[in-house]
């Protein structure tokens, strides 16, 4: 009975339009009211430990080195590299915004930053140069999402804050998905380039080659720093957050285009997304707390207690459940939300919390690119000018491929957990 007050609760309220770390709050104020354990000190307790986290504190910075990338000129060096490797093919330019955006993966750590840093550059060239506007905004939305999947993750550090889970293990389990994620937006591309008369760019010499990756060196190491070193365990993904932002505000400076005066917006636009988060976050705690209490875990355990002897099943159906999760909410609320709900769950029936947490992180954020709520869609649909509708069209084969990548990973789960033994 509890689940249902808990979701008709945040359901309802999210549908008159109430702010989601709101309706979170006013679920759990419902079933604590219910249970007749409503106490105020315990709401404020949970809300103070919900951002009173070592851990959380590498969202903000992480969030800063998006924003010094973007302002700063890293992101148009990149995108030049990879011109300079595949541009001249046909469809080069398609391959030039996921090689690209493989690369904004693992500097920045969210679909929405990536999908806008990559569709300001590319998506006038590709126009210019006769491809398809719709499938091209399809393309860099989803190569955006990518972006929550290869380490630094956000999504992931507010998993592995509400499990309790370690967030270098979850970082290290999402690199072999997103180049997977990757690979088969490559394939989907290939197939559709091949249909499309488009003008390709002019084959650059060795000098060239050269010449772009020197241009692009700094910025290129950035993400290499931050595995290495989480990797080898030389730092935390707190400490990486920092590193990251360091290094991104020296290079930027190094390339000349961030400006002192520069500083002043890019904290102020850190500050409002990182308050979204933390209240987010904090709202979640409270949340988690009276979801534990009031046993909703078991609730929903008897009432999915036929699958538990088969895991496969169980995931299959958790993924179908959160994919259409996914569809009418935002990544972020989705986690803080469903993780305490499914996570004792999956433990029950034997699943590794890490690989459940990266199937998780990589179901919701393809709902970043679903409509009606995607967020990845309506940045998209915003940079091209063009409909949400034209866009669900233009992005539908590559949403198809990442979801059979998704449908792999749960079928195979050794995809993810062969890599991660020793670790």
Known sequence: MMIWIFLGTLFLFLLFGVPVAISMLISAIAMMLVLGMFDTQIVAENLINGANSFALMAIPFFILTGEIMNVGGVSKRIVDFASALVG???GGL??????AGVIFAGISGSAVADTAALGAILIPMMVANRYNKILSTGLIGSVGIIGTVIPPSIPMILFGVISGVSITKLFMSGIVPGFLMAASLMVVWYFVSKRSDVKTLPKTTAKEKWKAFVNAFWALLLPLLIIVGLRGGVFTPTEAGVVAAVYALIISFCYRELKLSDLP???????KTTGVVMFLASTAMVSAYVITVAQVPAELGNLLGGLMENPTLLLLTIMLLLFLVGCVMDLTPAILIFTPVFLPLVQQAGIDPIYFGLLMVINLSIG???PPVGTVLYVGCGISKISIIEMSKGILPFLLAELLVL???????EIVTVPLEGR
């Open 94 to 99: 398609g391959y030039v915004a996921i090689i």
């Open 368 to 370: 970043l690119i679903t």
């Open 407 to 413: 449908l792999l990973l749960v079928l195979f789960p």
């Open 265 to 271: 917006k890019i904290i102020v636009e850190t500050a």
């Open 88 to 90: 001249h093919i046909r």
